[in-house]
């Protein structure tokens, strides 16, 4: 979505050839191919620690950390070399995210008239509101300190993370839709 954006912004008049189905065929086999590989390497890693606490978890969702809690062996270096790898993939999407905006947001700030900054920033806020959204909780569910750890706590992580961000995907990008905007604005009134 960032590459997309940025060209359509700031290369509008390529933007045929540069996105076309060719550039999005690759965009696409590199997104799943990074979080195949991700996956993968957590399952594999997941099915190869022995559980000895039972194999329920306290979740309706059966997050990486809350299986690690029922294991019986010290996988902290597994996860470590499984965490590096993701955080390595992710970093990269990051880093290509934040370029593509650098860019975006000084070619838009270079636009002349107003109506047009407002109108390429409706088009890129609601991809960084979503992105951003699922980042911070997803970050907040797997980087915060075991001593913070609750049942309760951990649920409602697993939550705003998983679920929050699908959900409102879809509200986000449609308010740039009038009448959408309209049946808001009336609907608070």
Known sequence: MAYDRFVAICRPLHYGTI????????????????????????????????????????????????????SCSDSYLRELGLLVVTACLMFGCFIFIVVSYVQIFTAVLRIPSEQGRHKAFSMCLPHLAVVSLFVITAMFAYLKPPSLSSPALDLVVAVLYAVVPPAVNPLIYSMRNKELKDALRKLVQ
């Open 19 to 70: 996105m076309g189905s060719r550039a999005c065929v690759k965009m696409a086999a590199a997104a799943w191919a990074s979080g195949f590989l991700c996956a993968l390497l957590h399952t594999g890693n997941t099915f190869s620690i022995p559980l000895c606490q039972g194999n329920t978890v306290d979740q309706f969702f059966c997050e990486i950390p809350q299986i690690l809690k029922l």
